[in-house]
Structure formats: structure tokens, C-alpha cells
């Protein structure tokens, strides 16, 4: 198994991206959820969806079962506000890993992020973040962060598909342009 990463490298097997997508596997094949990974996923049926070159309608084929709980007129539900969980299923489905879907546990901070992802979050403009994935080629992608001038942040992804780069955002169900409008946003990240 190879995975494509942010700096343009082809990982060997061995890689820590692919012992995480063995892992999975493991979680998925046993229906187990015991791992730190866990709490933040369900487990469901591989759907055989994921495109080694994703597209964008590749991406919106498959971008509703991240979080199939989600319902913007019900406030109180968890599922309004785990963006983190969401931000990281799709990182793992855009890597080929494709079994799971969003849990209510959200991951609420940069150094949960970084924890779970095995990379840094660091702050970059909306231009960085874009170039950077333009750079590294169709199929790049990323955990992108913003912080707002008021009320939360948000956890999205951003890809470049189909040589352009646009933002999936797994909690709405949405693939969008680029840079996406999600208010006053004072800070954006990247994992890289």
C-alpha cells in the first residue's frame, strides 16, 4: 500500500500512515473500538468507494456518510459539533481507509489533532495552504483549522482534485470553493 502525503513523498509500507490504515482495518474487520482512534469513529461496512486518484464527484459520492447524524436544524445534537471527528474520517477515507464514519466525540484540540493524525498543525493564510496542496499534486490533501473572531472553530479538510484545491467539509456533507466562507475567521491551520 502506498499513500500520497502533503510534501509530495511516496511512503513505503512501513510508513506510520500505513501501521494507522492497518490498524483500521483491524478495527474494522473486528468490530472492536478500543484504541484512542476509536472513540472518535463508527465502524461500518467497507463501501469499495474510494478512488486512488480522488475527484471531486468522487468526493461527493461518499461525503454524506461521514456524518449521517448530522441535522442543522437540531442544535443540541452532537453530531452539530464534531467537526474534528468529521475532519478526521475523511483525512483517513482520503487515504484509502474508507470503513468508518464520524462519532459524536469531537477532537476538540490542535494537539489531539496532531496526536491522531501524526503530524503538526501549523498556521498558514488561506493562499499558503492552497499552494502548498498545489504543489504537491492531485490526490494532496490536509486537516485544515480555523479560528473565529467570535464562537468556535471549525475542522474541515481542504484537496487539491481535478487540479484545483477546494474544501470538504465532513460535517455539513459539502465539497466547496476555495477558500471556504466560515465567517470571521481570525487564524487558519494546516496539518502538514
Not at 494532496?140 to 473572531?149: M, P, Q, S, T, Y
Request: aromatic fraction near 8%.
Amino acid at each position: 500500500m502506498l499513500d500520497f502525503n502533503i510534501d509530495g513523498i511516496l511512503s513505503a509500507p512501513d510508513s506510520p500512515l500505513s501501521r494507522k490504515a492497518s490498524l483500521a482495518e483491524k478495527i474494522a474487520d473486528a468490530k472492536t473500538l478500543d484504541s484512542p482512534i476509536a472513540q472518535h469513529i463508527d465502524v461500518q461496512e467497507k463501501t469499495g468507494r474510494f478512488f486512488e486518484n480522488p475527484s471531486v464527484e468522487g468526493v461527493k459520492s461518499w461525503i454524506k456518510e461521514i456524518n449521517p447524524n448530522y441535522d442543522p436544524f437540531d442544535l443540541e445534537s452532537p453530531y452539530n459539533v464534531n467537526c474534528g471527528a468529521c475532519a478526521y474520517v475523511v483525512y483517513e477515507r482520503l487515504n484509502g481507509i474508507d470503513a468508518t464514519c464520524a462519532s459524536a466525540n469531537n477532537i476538540p484540540t490542535d494537539p489531539e489533532m496532531e496526536e491522531l493524525l501524526g503530524k503538526r498543525i501549523i498556521s498558514m493564510s488561506p493562499n499558503e495552504i492552497a499552494k502548498r496542496l498545489m504543489d504537491a499534486g492531485n490526490g494532496a490533501h490536509a486537516v485544515i483549522g480555523v479560528d473565529r473572531a467570535n464562537g468556535p472553530g471549525h475542522w474541515f479538510n481542504a484537496a487539491c482534485l481535478d487540479g484545483k484545491v477546494v474544501a470538504i467539509d465532513g460535517q455539513s456533507g459539502e465539497v466547496l470553493d476555495w477558500p471556504p466562507d466560515y465567517g470571521d475567521v481570525i487564524n487558519w491551520e494546516m496539518s502538514v
